[in-house]
């Protein structure tokens, strides 16, 4: 696809047209974090970050959302989303993982028409990474700091300037729109800077193997090892930009109900648990292998792919440093011997 | 896009209290609406989630035939913890129930028509078997399959589910039936004994037949090796499970085993299927 540049003065620029015409989001201070937020003026958007400490996930999948209402007599027309979002920053890692959500909210079988509509309704506007963290581990897991699944245009940081390639049709659209504001160019020199930026992850870590290695291990005393310090606080989940799984609750209104899908958590006890008292997800060791072996399991054998994109906010964030690279090192290395019952 | 979430509204039209202990009921549920009565078409095996308003959601399957169009039975276990089916042990008639479905797959139906059907029950967990026996014996099915035969128990005489219909069913010449209880009373004049035992004295032949067992556990446990030392391959001998679930459509990440979501893959499964699983019942 052609390829452009826009020189960093004229992004303010730029955005305040963007924010003419669409709602727009990206990496932003929010009390000390970066979180990829609405942008109300064009100086709160931050393109100097490493990545953000929360991910774009809740913009898909908002922490609560309604999912229907029922005002006591009939049920409501759904409320899907109509805002036309640009998102604008969102690192590779992160726009890999949206493909990956795909896969989950958007089958042949089942469609998600609140997750499918905010998905039609954004463009993604990706910021590749030359300054990827100790904490990073995107190539391990089949992603790329100068990746592009899951986004819609792809740029660049090559000091002075953004360079600009459109990853789809829609994404193409978008830099038609505003080329006033791109100075054409025939290809930027996007190998060398991804090379570098592909040499700053030092993750040493092959995962080829890790679905045999997991299916072998399901039944080890390695996942009581691995999980010894793991305080089941879900904290990982809630930062994993591909962790998914949600509740559904009732909450009453003033004359009906309405039903609001939560994010929720496979390493809380209650998770699984029965009415009748039984969980087949009793103890916390358990509970880390599901989160383990949803990732690198079960994942790869629906979807062909592991659903960890290597952002490292689990790494940063955990409370109590447990490594997920070195729990999978750890995984690997166990003997293959099969715990008696 | 059908929002997947919404169910469609019924009506309690009749509650049929089935036990001694009271815990368990069977909701009669009538569509609400005409067109969305004649849009729900389901199969032997499948469940629904049912939804008290404002309470919450749980998954139950089906206990009517599909050749009942005009309504829905669901036999519920109240459980001292479960919301859900608390609230709904403490509806009344013409309360309205929201009903998510049909979800999940089936019983085999295409692969035992021409074959002798067993079916294995135990305590509540019946629901199905009786769904898929109904069907059976309607007058339009019935010659598609062969010899049917039951083996259902429960505790006492007191919990078997279903009591008038199970006493239709042995006037029948169309299904033998052998029901059993582990501990009769002074009025009990039929079997004793857990249902493996029974299975073990019945002993149904595994020529051209399919076994579907429905049970407790520990029934399941114990009825596996007769069914095995009766000759039945893991193929043919089919059960379905129960998780715990929220979304019925295999997005919310909750009631997998391996890699197989028990809402969408299952619940039915066969026993070969359930053996290449991790154990995480």
Redesign the interface.
Same mark, same amino acid.
């Given at each position: 696809m052609a390829e452009s540049k826009i020189d960093k003065n004229k992004i303010p620029e730029l955005l305040k047209a963007v924010s003419a015409d669409y709602t727009l989001y990206g990496p932003k201070d929010e009390a000390g974090i970066v979180a990829m937020g609405r942008i109300n003026s064009v100086e709160e958007l931050m393109l100097d970050y490493r990545n953000s400490t929360i991910s774009a996930k809740e913009l898909f999948l908002p922490r609560a959302e309604v999912?229907?209402e029922?005002d006591g007599q009939k049920?409501v027309d759904?409320k899907l989303s109509d805002e036309k979002r640009v998102i604008f920053g969102m690192r590779p890692c992160d726009c890999r993982a949206l493909a990956l959500l795909d896969r989950?909210?958007d089958t042949d079988?089942?469609?998600?028409?609140f997750y499918?509509?905010r998905r039609q309704n954004t463009i993604v506007v990706a910021l590749a990474c030359n300054q990827p963290a100790s904490s990073c581990f995107c190539t391990v897991t089949g992603g790329d700091p100068f990746g592009q699944e899951g986004a819609d245009v792809l740029l660049g940081d090559i000091g002075d300037s953004l360079l600009a390639k459109a990853v789809t049709p829609k994404g193409k659209d978008f830099l038609a729109s505003y080329s006033k504001f791109f100075l054409r160019q025939g290809s930027g020199n996007w190998d060398k800077q991804a090379k570098e930026a592909r040499n700053k992850i030092k993750t040493e870590l092959n995962i080829e193997n890790i679905k045999s290695c997991l299916d072998d291990r399901?039944?080890n005393d390695v996942w009581k090892t691995v999980s010894l310090k793991c305080l089941g606080c879900g904290a990982c989940s809630y930062l994993c930009p591909t962790c998914? =799984?949600?509740?559904?609750?009732?909450e $009453?209104t003033s004359t !009906?109900?309405k039903?609001v899908?939560t994010w929720?958590c =496979?390493m809380f006890p209650l998770?699984? $648990?029965?009415?009748? !008292?039984h969980n087949?997800?009793d103890v916390n060791s358990?509970r880390l292998r599901?989160k383990i072996?949803?990732k690198f399991?079960?994942y790869m054998?629906?979807y062909g792919v592991n659903g960890c994109v290597g952002c490292g906010r689990c790494v940063r964030r955990c409370p109590v440093n447990l490594d997920i690279r070195g729990v999978l090192e750890q995984l690997m290395a166990a003997p293959n011997i099969a715990t008696e019952? | 896009m059908k929002n997947p979430y919404r169910p469609i509204l019924t009506k309690i039209e009749k509650v049929t209290v089935e036990n001694e202990a009271k815990d368990l009921k069977t909701f009669q549920l009538v569509f609400c609406n005409e067109e969305e009565a004649n849009d729900f078409r389901f199969q032997c095996g499948q469940f629904a989630e049912l939804t008290v308003l404002g309470v919450g959601e749980c998954p139950i399957g089906i206990a009517s035939s599909p050749m009942d169009k005009a309504f829905l039975e669901f036999t519920v276990k109240r459980y001292p913890d479960g919301l859900v089916t608390n609230a709904l042990h403490n509806c009344r008639l013409g309360d309205k129930i929201g009903v998510r479905g049909p979800l999940g797959n089936s019983f085999p139906m295409e692969k035992m028509e021409g074959k002798n059907v067993v079916f294995v029950g135990g305590g509540f967990a019946f629901t199905t078997l009786r769904s898929t026996i109904k069907y059976m014996l309607h007058e339009d099915n019935r010659s598609k399959f062969g010899n049917l035969t039951l083996v259902y128990g429960a505790r006492s005489p007191g919990e078997l589910l279903y009591k008038e219909q199970l006493k239709e069913w042995e006037a029948l010449n169309d299904i033998e039936t052998h029901i059993t209880v582990d501990k009769g009373d002074e009025n009990w004049k039929g079997k004793e004994g857990f249902v493996p035992a029974v299975l073990d004295q019945v002993a149904p032949s595994p020529n051209n037949a399919v076994v579907l067992v429905c049970g407790p556990p520990i029934m399941l446990k114990f009825t596996l090796p007769v069914l095995t030392k009766l000759g039945f391959g893991s193929g043919e001998i089919v059960t379905s499970l129960e998780m715990r679930m929220k979304c019925g459509i295999g997005l919310c990440g909750r009631c997998n085993i391996g890699s197989k979501y028990v809402c969408r893959d299952g619940p039915v499964f066969t026993f070969e299927q359930l053996q290449a699983l991790p154990a995480e019942m």
């Open positions: 999912v229907y029922f049920f759904d989950n909210f079988q089942v469609k998600d028409p499918i509509t399901f039944e998914y =799984c949600f509740d559904l609750v009732d $009453k !009906g109900v039903k899908r929720d =496979c998770f699984t $648990k029965h009415a009748s !008292g087949p997800r358990a599901q072996m949803h399991s079960y054998e629906r019952k | -």
